[in-house]
Each structure stands twice: as C-alpha cells, then as structure tokens.
C-alpha cells in the first residue's frame, strides 16, 4: 500500500522560510515522478513544483527562485524548500507521485498517488 506524509507546515511570517517534507512508504521514490501541490481556501489545487525520475525540475512561475524541489532517495523523502514566503503562499500542499513532469502543455500532472496535505500560513 503506497503512503506519502507530508510534514512540516506551520504558520511563517512573510519573508521567513519553511521546508516541507513528504516520506513514502509502499514505493521507491527514485523511480517516479514527483510533485508538490496546494490548495489555498478557495481556489483550485495547482502544481507547485516537481521533480522526475531523470533529473528534471519544474516551477510554477510563482514560485521560481523561491522554492526548490529535492529528494532523498536514502530516506525515500522529497523536500520543497521555501523561501521568501508570501502571504499568497498560504495553502494545504500535497505531495504526489507517479505523473508527469514537466506537466503536459495543459498543465496536467496525472498523479496517482497523493498525501493528505500538511498546512503552510504565511502571515504576520
């Protein structure tokens, strides 16, 4: 049974940093595409970054010079490194596993595997 567990959310102030870690179990991390993924309240989820199997990394615009994207294939653990958070920012983020990365034209990722989501407000 595939599992991801996201970590290390909580409440920033704007300007300060976070990383976020998602542990799998039920996989090997190495072999897939990976990605990160949020929901802020009332809006559509939307990819934040991934990471493939082959070494390419993605960034949503908004997030580029921003957040970075890692994975530790020893502690089959991917990482999304925050930084210079804006209240925009504020959102659950997911991580999920076996899709596309890059996305497709149309920004689809097709993953199949997701965790629950751990929570990032960033607010003064």
């Known amino acids: 049974q595939v599992q991801l567990v996201e970590s290390g959310g909580g409440l920033v102030q704007p300007g300060g940093s976070l990383t976020l870690s998602c542990a799998a179990s039920?996989?090997?991390?190495?072999?897939?595409?990976i990605g990160w993924f949020r929901q802020a309240p009332g809006k559509e989820r939307e990819g934040v970054s991934c990471?493939?199997?082959?070494?390419?990394?993605y960034y949503t615009d908004s997030v580029k010079g921003r957040f970075s994207i890692s994975r530790d294939n020893a502690k089959n653990t991917i990482y999304l490194q925050m930084s210079s958070l804006k209240p925009e920012d504020t959102a659950v983020y997911y991580c999920a596993a076996n899709g596309w990365c890059p996305p497709s034209p149309g920004g689809y990722y097709g993953m199949d595997y997701w965790g629950k989501g751990t929570l990032v407000t960033v607010s003064a």
């Open positions: 990471s493939s199997s082959d070494g390419i990394t």
């Open positions: 039920g996989l090997t991390l190495d072999y897939y595409n």
